[in-house]
């Protein structure tokens, strides 16, 4: 995937020296696909609580509902997802499934449907089942291998042992003979057969033997615990033999809850170790009583000096040892956590040294050759070998570095603890560096609300947060500019404007008249405001009214109230205080001049009242607004004159500001010469190329 227009291509985050408060993880992607699968498959209702919404679910959401299961969303918000299953029975017998590059999805979809195909038959084509790009790189070799001999018609359609797939029937099944697949490049081909082969255990049992060290364990336990959940009770010698009992069949327990994702815990734990210094980080929804694997990144964070708590559903996460101890760890069971360990590595004294995870290059990149190249660029010495990968810290200060993701959100999940490096050891009296993470929407894929959940706890360095401001006068576009330009940096946007028209309403519902200024500025300093999700709601709990202060009246209103100096003293701290890490793009009339003279970029807008007029005419006439030029000419030239002729913060450029005028610009033309001088203002363009290499 690439960045989109709701998805930045990058997200600058500045140097960070502290972390503390609650985090509550989003469900566990392993078991959230597992659930959905199991349900789709089950006789019965199932109601799942707690699911992940991400990427890798939704596909898998889609592929049920185009199999014919019924998927109903809650009626009240965060209630459960029901997943009315088939049965084992196939309800539609041809289908082209897309599932991106979801793994959890690809591969047991793949041994359910060639198994059902070749029992039930196909129709037409049969089933298609494809990705992303990446995803038809990732083998799957050992999974089509392992179902050709039971009788399955399984074609890989671009290269052989790599997706995409055709899956038909039927086929005369032999399952006499135990079933064999490999273990050591993936846990995920067990995974699959142990999912599907349920659904063709109807009169005899059926023996799986694994050939080859069974990679990530942790991960066949999930499977085997939820197989429990549904009605199938596989036996099994060590992790080499596995048996499935006759009569099997999918029965809905009634209802499944998602547990929270304990690979994502890890990231958590990780910045904690770092910077969680005054109190502990508490992280809920994984703690003792997890069925994952990944909950064991507590005992690889405890050995490199991680203080954990641990609770049933809970843990509680501090810096222990400091600097953090480098390790040397077999990191078999906890292959996806275990990249955290590496960025947790900068900030170790000696080596640390990864090993068993070979698995790293079979993921949604070569995550081994990814961690290198990254890792490199701060500074660090990173050998990378055929199964393991070797951290050293920088040896001085770090290197300013924008850090590829390959779309693999736990790449750019890793990436965010780089930025703690104020905390580095032998960082006193170096300068610290941003960190920019490169296509950071890659997240979606398991975590959409990472970095928004992460930057909620984060302390950034004194001065650290980068600031900013686009001021003109009315209607000169100041408001799209910042917008636009703040979705492209992943920035908060402060539209003073907006907030001015929100005292204007607040003002005309309490009856308060636009001179009476005592009264105006009670009002503001206490004024029930907020921005989310691109809407202003005003009130407790809020409402949305937004539509609102564009009306005309509304605009009028609050360009007279915006001239008292007692109204404006009482907003200064409340736009202050939205100056919140990754960073702000304000606009208004006074933001570099007053609101943020330390702004790192001030811009200033210089298109003229007859051009704005012009623009103003054509926006309300789209409206179906009836106005005349003349008359909006008169009234953006009256405004423009009190606006610069009041005693409080007149109208005016900053020293400092660069002027722009935009009066013949499109909004592309615009973003992008102001995207070029906030590279300038920065150092020119210091962070490297926006493209990831092949890793």
Same mark, same amino acid.
Not at 83 to 103: I, P, Q, S, W
Not at 520 to 543: C, K, N, Q, S, Y
């Given at each position: ?5 709701? %998805? ?15 985090? *509550?993880? @989003? ?7 597992? +659930? ?78 060639? /198994? ?13 089942? %494809?990705?992303?790009? %990446? ?29 995409? /797939?055709?899956? !038909? ?10 079933? $064999?697949? *490999? ?34 364990? @942790? ?10 959940? =549904? ?23 009634? &209802? ?86 590496? +960025? ?14 070979? !698995? ?17 660029? =701060? ?8 199964? =393991? ?26 990436? !965010? ?16 560096? #941003? ?18 959940? =992460? ?29 636009? +330009?703040?979705? $492209? ?6 539209? !003073? ?60 209103? &609050? ?8 109204? %404006?003293?009482?907003? /200064?701290?409340?736009? $202050?205080?939205?100056? *919140?890490? @990754?960073?702000? +793009? ?35 006439? #789209? ?18 004159? $009190? ?9 005016? #450029? ?26 300038? &203002? ?14």
């Amino acid at each position: 995937m690439s960045a989109s227009a709701d %998805r930045p291509p990058f997200l600058d985050l500045p140097p960070l020296v502290a972390l503390g408060g609650t985090v *509550r993880l @989003p469900g566990s992607k392993s078991i959230s696909n597992r +659930v959905l699968l199991l349900a789709g498959l089950a006789e019965g209702t199932t109601l799942v609580h707690d699911l992940l919404a991400s990427d890798d679910t939704a596909v898998m959401l889609d592929a049920l509902r185009t199999l014919g299961c019924t998927v109903t969303p809650s009626a009240t918000p965060g209630g459960p997802l029901a997943v009315t299953g088939l049965g084992g029975r196939l309800a539609v017998k041809e289908a082209d499934l897309f599932l991106g590059n979801a793994g959890t999805a690809m591969r047991p979809l793949a041994a359910a449907l060639a /198994l059902l195909a070749a029992r039930q038959g196909t129709t037409g084509a049969g089933f298609r089942l %494809r990705g992303i790009p %990446r995803m038809h790189e990732r083998p799957i070799g050992d999974l089509v291998e392992a179902l050709r001999p039971l009788g399955c018609q399984v074609a890989c359609t671009g290269t052989e042992g790599y997706p995409p /797939l055709a899956l !038909s029937g039927p086929g005369a099944l032999a399952l006499d003979a135990s079933i $064999r697949v *490999r273990g050591d490049v993936s846990s995920q081909f067990l995974t699959a057969l142990l999912l599907a082969l349920p659904l063709v255990a109807e009169d005899r049992a059926l023996q799986v033997e694994v050939q080859g060290e069974l990679i990530s364990k @942790p991960y066949v336990e999930i499977t085997l615990k939820l197989l429990a959940r =549904f009605g199938i009770a596989v036996e099994r010698e060590g992790w080499q033999r596995f048996t499935l009992p006759a009569g099997s069949r999918y029965r809905s327990p009634g &209802a499944v809850h998602v547990e929270g994702d304990a690979s994502s815990a890890s990231y958590f734990i990780g910045a904690a170790a770092i910077a969680a210094v005054d109190a502990p980080l508490r992280i809920e929804g994984v703690g003792a009583d997890s069925i994952q694997g990944d909950i064991r990144f507590v005992d690889a964070a405890r050995a490199m000096g991680a203080d954990v708590t641990m609770e049933a559903n809970a843990l509680l996460v501090k810096r222990g040892a400091w600097p953090l101890k480098a390790v040397d760890l077999d990191c078999n069971a906890i292959p996806d956590a275990a990249m955290t360990l590496a +960025v947790m590595a900068l900030y170790a004294q000696g080596t640390t040294r990864l090993s068993n995870i070979a !698995s790293w290059r079979v993921k949604e990149t070569d995550r081994l050759a990814a961690m290198r190249a990254e890792l490199t660029k =701060f500074g660090a010495t990173v050998i990378e070998g055929p199964d =393991f990968l070797e951290v050293t810290p920088p040896a001085g200060a770090w290197q300013r570095a924008a850090l590829h993701t390959y779309d693999d959100h736990r790449m750019a999940m890793c990436a !965010s603890l780089a930025a703690f490096n104020p905390l580095a050891p032998g960082a006193a009296g170096q300068p610290a560096v #941003a960190v920019r993470v490169l296509d950071p929407g890659c997240v979606a894929k398991t975590y959409p609300d990472y970095f928004a959940d =992460f930057l909620a706890l984060v302390t950034p360095q004194a001065g650290a947060v980068p600031v900013i401001t686009i001021d003109g006068p009315t209607a000169s576009g100041k408001g799209t500019l910042a917008s636009r +330009v703040a979705q $492209r940096l992943g920035y908060h946007h402060l539209d !003073s404007g907006a907030l001015y028209r929100a005292c204007a309403l607040a003002a005309q519902r309490a009856g308060i008249a636009p001179d009476d200024e005592p009264a105006l500025a009670a009002l503001a300093a206490a004024l029930p405001l907020r921005f989310e999700g691109g809407r202003a709601w005003l009130g407790t709990p809020g409402e949305d009214v937004t539509d609102r202060l564009r009306e005309e009246a509304i605009g009028q209103m &609050a360009s007279q109230i915006a001239a008292l100096p007692a109204l %404006r003293a009482a907003l /200064l701290d409340w736009q $202050r205080r939205c100056r *919140r890490a @990754p960073g702000l +793009v304000t606009d208004g009339r006074d933001m570099g001049t007053v609101i943020f003279p330390d702004a790192q970029l001030k811009v200033f807008l210089t298109a003229s009242a007859a051009q704005r007029a012009e623009r103003r005419h054509r926006q309300l006439a #789209a409206a179906g607004v009836s106005a005349t030029l003349p008359a909006l000419l008169a009234d953006l030239e009256a405004r423009d004159a $009190r606006d610069r002729s009041r005693s409080s913060a007149p109208l005016k #450029a900053a020293e400092d500001a660069r002027q722009l005028d935009n009066s013949a610009l499109s909004i592309e033309a615009s973003v992008e010469q102001l995207l070029r001088w906030w590279d300038d &203002a920065q150092g020119g363009a210091p962070h490297g190329p926006e493209h990831a290499p092949a890793a």
